[in-house]
């Protein structure tokens, strides 16, 4: 597309949308202006480009399509199916995997069609058997409530989320948390790294019909051959999440032990992460668990959306480009540009540093909590999210960690002599910020005092900063 179309059609379209509302229309064209303006570190974002965004806009959001490429319950699904059938097609030959199940909505809508799929596998029930031959009027009562039982507290072993795990791991707020019996895998507390010994031996006390590994929050790469050798152990089904470190496996930067693939039985992801595509999630698997995860809609899912199957099928195929090995290589040496400039001017980090896309500062050591960090830094014209560190004492909400990731600024083009400025921005900010106090005068997690010529000073640095790496540079709205 040319620099010249792309401007066009984000301009008529928000011409299109200014005629029936315009302060939707103004949003959406704040939302460029802000996203251009600042300093984006948060992990589990990125850029999208043109063309994925482009293809989300269109005719595809008014198709219902349940069912699969095929064989479904609507007529008239034909476009939607090339679409889906593209989608699928370049997800497995990008990650080398047999099956690949695009509608997903999202992450969480994705592990559920996983957790459907794995216990429709394994569980040894009789009434599901019968369930699943569609024999469903051969079902007494009591086979119904013999399948809610059995169905119901299986157990399963996830990374704690102090640790890094993702709340669909099992944890409270979640359904996962409530359906299965779940015990946790922290880190060592003296590396913060995963100990496989502790797993192993978590795994053969607990005997979980699912392991899973996958992280939000944990900064190193994990091995999932010996995952996997675990797993095989207590004869456990092996579920990989890779939602936040999907473009680094596209672009394989983590390859060999590294690649949750060839080790998993089942993989899930979003596509809107480090993966660079629209927001949504996507399944991975060998044969052997295949038509139940097509089962997803409607099983778990409501109906698929095809459009954003029209653009993960545009931005897996530009993740299939070779230039986008190279933006996975940039996005693990930003990350170690920007803990090294951190490291060097005294920050504390989970680990001691990073191997993949994300950074963990501990704040604590600046005094702050990560709630304090985050809003000093967002005054500052830096935008994070505060996110839990191991044993953390100040709990989920208010945290003593900082979890910053570069996939999005490397997206803008920045490198290693900008993380290294960003380093020094961060840390300008967070060693002049101090606790503040509560109305009372107690000492307060929240409140926080920091100069505001300091903040305005950092936000300025931070604007120029991202002045050579314009956003989205082809696009003028006027
Ligand atoms: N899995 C992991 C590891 C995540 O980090 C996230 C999102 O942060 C999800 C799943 C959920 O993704 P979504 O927000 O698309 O549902």
């Known amino acids: 597309m040319s620099r010249n179309a792309e401007s066009t059609a984000f301009r008529s379209a928000l011409e299109v949308v200014r005629g029936v509302e315009p302060r939707v229309a103004d949003a959406i064209a704040a939302e460029l202006a802000d996203q251009r303006e600042s300093l984006k570190l948060i992990a589990s974002e990125n850029y999208a480009s043109p063309a994925t965004l482009l293809a989300m806009g269109n005719w595809f959001s008014d198709k219902y399509a349940e069912g699969t ?276 001017r005294g920050a504390t980090l989970v680990t001691g540093g990073t191997d993949n896309h994300l950074v963990l500062i501990d704040v604590s050591g600046y005094g702050l909590t990560g709630r304090q960090a985050e809003q000093a830094l967002l005054d500052s014209g830096i935008v994070t999210n505060r996110n839990s560190v191991p044993q953390d004492p100040n709990g989920a909400w208010y945290t003593s960690g900082i979890r910053i990731g570069t996939p999005a600024l490397t997206t803008r083009g920045l490198g290693a002599a900008e993380m290294d400025a960003t380093a020094e921005l961060i840390h300008t900010v967070l060693s002049q910020t101090t606790p503040g106090t509560g109305p009372d005068g107690a000492p307060s997690k929240a409140k926080y005092v920091l100069d505001p010529a300091v903040a305005e000073s950092v936000g300025k640095q931070a604007a120029d900063l991202l002045t050579p790496f314009p956003l989205y540079p082809a696009v003028d709205l006027g």
Request: aromatic share 8%.
């Open 69 to 344: 490429v095929g064989r479904r319950f609507y007529a008239g699904c034909q476009n939607v199916d090339t679409v889906e059938a593209l989608a699928a097609e370049h997800a497995r030959e990008l990650f080398g995997a047999s099956h690949a199940y695009v509608q997903p909505h999202s992450g969480i809508d994705a592990n559920l069609v996983a957790f459907w799929a794995i216990l429709a596998d394994r569980v040894e029930s009789p009434a599901l058997r019968k369930a699943q031959a569609r024999q469903v009027n051969d079902l007494t009562e009591a086979d119904w409530f013999a399948l809610r039982r059995e169905l119901g507290n299986q157990r399963m072993l996830g990374m704690s989320l102090d640790a890094g795990g993702h709340l669909t791991h099992g944890f409270r707020p979640n359904i996962s948390g409530k359906m299965f019996d779940q015990r946790s895998y922290g880190t060592d507390p003296a590396t913060g790294l995963i100990d496989y010994d502790r797993v192993a031996e978590a795994a053969r006390e607990f005997k979980p019909l699912i392991l899973v590994a996958g992280y939000s929050a944990y900064p190193r790469k994990v091995n999932f051959r010996i995952m996997r050798e675990i797993a095989d152990s207590v004869g456990a089904t092996f579920m990989v999440d890779m939602a936040h470190f999907a473009g680094l496996v596209a672009g394989k930067v983590f390859t060999g032990d590294f690649d949750p693939v060839p080790h998993a039985h089942i993989v899930t992801t979003t596509t809107h992460k480090s993966l660079r595509g629209p927001r949504g999630g996507m399944v991975l698997c060998g044969p052997e668990l295949a038509d139940q995860v097509d089962r997803g809609c409607p099983m778990v899912l409501g109906g698929p959306l095809p459009h954003v199957m029209a653009a993960k099928a545009v931005a897996l195929a530009e993740a299939r480009r070779p230039d986008f090995a190279g933006y996975a290589q940039r996005i693990v040496d930003n990350a170690q540009a920007l803990a090294d400039g951190l490291l060097r």
